[in-house]
């Protein structure tokens, strides 16, 4: 039977006690020398288990005057850090990541309509926007569309969610052939989409947010794995 190492189990006592909220985010953890007293364990064995929260995300490790272990509570930005690491990690295939959207944006599209507030409407048109400007590169067009696609799922002011599509999004269009696939035509439908789903977004009508988010990123799957087939048909062979 493997035994844990005692820098595991101290940094899985530690992490226990700040998901229970016993340390507070932005509080210090005791300094090294008072856990080495509390927990009679040496020093090196301390820092292994800080640096195994750090790595975590549950502290952030400053050095100087102030410095310490200061707690932080996992956001959003730890979700879709550990989506897109599992995503890369595992090659997950570009048709199972489309399948995922589809599941997932018209929920958030729902829920958008639901809880959006003003600075949430404002967030997506900026992203309209700049969707709009039609001199703009293709890296501009493809950040101002993960944006805007991020602003909605930000706008269900749900954080799982919020940090689902942040991962998913990136994933998506790093997998894509924007190059041969985003032309003109398609900047002018997204944005048309983005504008429609807006609107019901803005008028609370989760209903039509639904449909027409639903019928937005089933069409854009559809025309990229179109695209994704025949380039895997035209790659010559050796």
């Excluded at 080495?36 to 640096?51: C, D």
Aim: hydrophobic share 45%; proline share 3%; with cysteine.
């Amino acid at each position: 039977m493997q035994v844990p190492k005692a820098s595991d189990v101290l940094a899985e006592e530690l992490r226990e006690r700040i998901l229970r909220g016993e340390f507070r985010e932005g509080t210090v953890l005791p300094p090294e020398r008072e856990l080495v007293v509390q927990t009679q364990m040496s020093r090196t064995t301390v820092r292994e288990a800080l640096r195994i929260l750090e790595v975590q995300g549950l502290i952030r490790i400053k050095t100087g005057r102030s410095g310490g272990a200061y707690v932080q509570v996992p956001g959003e930005e730890s979700v879709a850090s550990s989506v897109n690491l599992m995503i890369r990690g595992r090659r997950i295939r570009l048709a199972a990541l489309l399948e995922t959207r589809e599941a997932i944006e018209p929920a958030c599209a729902r829920l958008a309509a639901k809880y959006r507030t003003d600075s949430d409407l404002v967030a997506l048109e900026t992203a309209n926007v700049a969707i709009s400007v039609e001199s703009g590169s293709l890296a501009d067009f493809l950040q101002a569309n993960v944006d805007w696609h991020v602003a909605v799922a930000t706008a269900s002011h749900n954080e799982l969610l919020t940090g689902f599509m942040s991962a998913l999004s990136r994933a998506i269009y790093a997998s894509t052939d924007n190059q041969g696939f985003i032309d003109a035509e398609v900047r002018s439908l997204t944005l048309r989409a983005h504008q429609r789903i807006t609107e019901a977004i803005r008028a609370r009508d989760a209903d039509g947010a639904v449909r027409r988010m639903s019928r937005h990123v089933h069409a854009y799957a559809e025309a990229v794995l179109k695209i994704d087939e025949r380039t895997a048909i035209e790659v010559p062979e050796g």
